[in-house]
């Protein structure tokens, strides 16, 4: 009895939805009225930022993209570059944009990579690219790469130019501001 009841509502279901199709598929009886034709701008991300893009190329962000995590290499234009070294003879280029904290990009295997700040309750700034599986931690002291889909690190110990004269300078300044004994 139940596999009767089932299969009614199935057919019924069946019908009902054949019924409302065949319905939208009859031609409309009524004289046409006359439509006022009104413009308006496109919705879709890939016309609004091609639009946009168009109408006003100076006012293009770098970093931007229309995907959060978009593998495409970023535009560039408008960032600072800083070069970093990292352990075992590894080097990375980092690109900021002053009006965009956001984001930054990243060379790291001969690519360039996008990625986006993920907020920390430590107060470390975090990157992370979900698609490419990148994350970047830095500190003041140095930064990190992490590969997050293989679970390893890519670069440990990077610094830049600045943060190698900082720690140069830390033992240095340890050592004359130990007490000394005689």
Do not use: Y
């Amino acid at each position: 009895m139940k596999k009767h009841l089932t299969l009614l509502a199935l057919l019924g279901a069946l019908f009902a939805t054949a019924g409302i199709t065949a319905a939208h598929a009859q031609p409309d009886t009524k004289p046409a009225a006359k439509k006022k034709v009104v413009k308006k701008a496109h919705t879709s991300k890939a016309h609004g930022k091609k639009a946009a893009a168009a109408a006003a190329p100076a006012a293009k962000m770098p970093f931007s993209s229309d995907a959060e995590d978009d593998d495409s290499e970023p535009d560039l234009g408008g960032t600072v570059s800083t070069d970093f070294q990292c352990e075992m003879g590894q080097k990375l280029t980092i690109w900021k944009n002053e009006a965009d904290d956001k984001h930054i990009a990243i060379r790291w295997n001969k690519r360039i990579h996008r990625l986006t700040r993920v907020a920390t309750t430590t107060g470390a700034n975090r990157f992370e690219n979900h698609k490419m599986g990148l994350v970047w931690i830095g500190i003041p002291a140095k930064g990190l790469l992490l590969d997050s889909k293989k679970g390893q690190q890519l670069a440990n110990e990077c610094k830049n130019a600045e943060q190698m004269k900082a720690a140069a300078a830390a033992p240095a300044a340890l050592l004359a501001a130990a007490p000394h004994q005689n």
